[in-house]
């Protein structure tokens, strides 16, 4: 378990926290909020994992790479009326399908 993405799940910014190299515990609890129990850095470890975990984290962040580069300029031209939408939402779904989320 990585211990700062599970405070990230729970709302609580990293800095509250000093933690080993691996992120895996935490040494020191620096926040003004409670220290979380451990059930609740599980819990919350358990959702990212559920959501994908770092697998749909990468997804997402080629996806946004892809859409910048690829699409935009495509729904731009679009809405000019310089090529058909068709052509943008069909970039789009190339997209979706090349960089799918985990199931």
Do not use: H
Request: net charge negative.
């Amino acid at each position: 378990m990585n211990v700062v993405i599970a405070m990230t799940e729970l709302g609580v910014a990293p800095e509250e926290l000093l933690t080993n190299k691996d992120q895996s515990e935490i040494i020191e609890w620096i926040g003004g909020d409670p220290q979380p129990s451990q059930a609740e850095l599980e819990a919350a470890w358990a959702a990212f994992e559920a959501r994908g975990g770092f697998a749909r984290e990468e997804a997402e962040k080629n996806r946004k790479t892809a859409y910048s580069v690829e699409a935009d300029p495509l729904f731009f031209q679009a809405s000019r009326g310089e090529i058909e939408m068709s052509v943008y939402t069909d970039k789009v779904a190339e997209i979706k399908a090349r960089y799918p989320y985990p199931v």
